[in-house]
């Protein structure tokens, strides 16, 4: 217990979640600080290139054998089968329409690279390692959930199906392109692709991360100023408890896969999760009848801020405990 | 200068939408177009600011296409086909332009 608060402690006043806080404080305190759309995107395909690419490189250096696929594989139906769990608990505790309930679901079954890249973070100022190729999971479980929800949408009887547009939409997003190609040349160029560009990718990565989270923080503040009167109290909690709920079946999957203590809690990140970026958009085109407000405020607004200031400390202690890491 | 009588069609809809409905626009034969990005606003669903937005499903553009008042119906068909289910404005207005044989 002594080890989680002390870690929790270490993480809340790191420059990356005071960052955060202060992007939360000034939207909610409605300042006009602001990033340029142009930058923010900038900083994003940055932090997504280096961490795909040093993934890559963890690779190459330890070689890769059969957890590489059974991980992938885990990850797969962890992103197919939250979801189901999800849109079980938005019955008990939302009141939500079918609709808003599926979306809301898939949204929780999808994983937010940023927290991923801020849990990555986390164990780096731990000391602890993870395997390189949770970059390749990340990327997996992308998708499926989306798949989930359509699936639930159409059991109540409204019959939605996925267009081939849509699906290459989804694939081939700019994040997972991005993500996986950079985790390809990080692999195939190796420790010696990472030297020529280390300078670029290593060193100023903490206060790209810095910026990019104050960034995060002003639309999570200002989603939340917009949508508070949205969210329901039953779905406010949803959104706190299904995070918990995710991390323990990544610590499940972690553990059977008996993946490193690095590896087990960047499972639980991923699982306990929301995505405010793929998913939201294919939502849009497939579910266009659900409530944005509702799944933009609940993962961005809720699930996003405590994932990163509670939920990543004691992922990490969690699994550094059970792992003996 | 002699001017011609056209249409002028303004279609605001999610970003997410744009390519599905220019190439329905494309498939009706309507072949010119302009998309604009829209940088907020407010509806039934309450005020919206492109600033901030994190993710290309909240966005909004709008397409601008002016053409010649018999073809008007077929075009708004297959644009109505698209923008049924979604969040968006539709406005038809009469307009003039110079060249009628590019419309």
């Known amino acids: 217990m002594q080890d989680i608060l002390s870690l929790a402690a270490t993480n809340l006043l790191s420059p990356i979640i005071l960052s955060f806080a202060l992007g939360v404080a000034a939207a909610l305190a409605r300042s006009d600080l602001n990033i340029p759309e ?35 594989v885990a990850g797969i139906v962890l992103s197919a089968v939250l979801p189901l769990i999800a849109f079980a608990l938005l019955q008990v505790l939302g009141n939500l329409s079918r609709l808003d309930a599926a979306a809301v679901a898939a949204h929780y079954g999808s994983i937010s690279i940023v927290t991923f890249v801020a849990g990555t973070s986390v164990l780096e100022a731990s000391g602890i390692t993870s395997e390189g190729y949770m970059v390749a999971v990340a990327a997996a479980m992308e998708a499926p959930a989306i798949l989930s929800a359509l699936w639930l949408v159409s059991r109540g009887g409204d019959s939605r199906r996925m267009d081939s547009e849509l699906m290459r939409e989804i694939m081939l997003n700019g994040s997972i392109v991005l993500l996986v190609g950079s985790f390809l040349i990080g692999w195939i160029t190796g ?16 206060g790209v991360l810095c910026l990019f989270l104050l960034d995060m923080g002003l639309v999570a503040g200002r989603g939340l100023r917009g949508g508070s009167g949205v969210l329901r109290p039953g779905v406010l909690a949803f959104g706190l408890v299904m995070p918990l709920v995710g991390a323990s079946a990544g610590l499940v999957a972690g553990l059977l896969l008996g993946l490193s203590t690095g590896g087990v809690a960047l499972f639980m990140v991923l ?20 409530n944005p407000s509702i799944y933009l405020t609940l993962s961005l607004g809720v699930t996003f801020p405590f994932n990163l200031t509670i939920g990543l400390p004691v992922y990490v202690a969690v699994a550094s405990a059970l792992t003996g890491g | 200068m002699q ?5 002028r069609v303004a279609i605001i809809i999610e970003q997410v939408m744009e390519s599905r409905l220019t190439g329905a626009l494309e498939d009706a034969g309507v072949t010119g177009f302009t998309i604009l990005p829209v940088l907020g606003g407010s509806g039934r669903s309450g005020a919206w ?34 923008v049924e289910r979604h969040i968006g404005v539709v406005t038809v207005s009469d307009c003039e332009v110079l060249r009628a044989e590019r419309f």
């Open chain 2, 49 to 82: 600011s492109r600033e901030g937005q994190v993710s290309r499903g909240t966005g909004m553009v709008q397409v601008v296409c002016i053409i010649r008042p018999e073809r008007l119906d077929a075009m708004l068909e297959a644009a109505f086909a698209v």
């Open chain 1, 271 to 290: 699982s306990a999760s929301a995505s405010y970026i793929a998913v939201p958009a294919a939502m849009r085109v497939a579910l266009p009848e659900a």
């Open chain 2, 3 to 7: 001017t011609h009588q056209a249409k």
């Open chain 1, 38 to 72: 142009a930058v923010a995107k900038g900083m994003s395909i940055y932090l997504l290139f280096a961490i795909g690419f040093k993934g890559g490189v963890s690779v190459a250096d330890h070689g890769i054998d059969g957890t590489l696929a059974l991980s992938l």
């Open chain 1, 191 to 206: 420790v010696d692709g990472l030297v020529k560009i280390e300078a670029f990718i290593v060193s100023p990565f903490q």
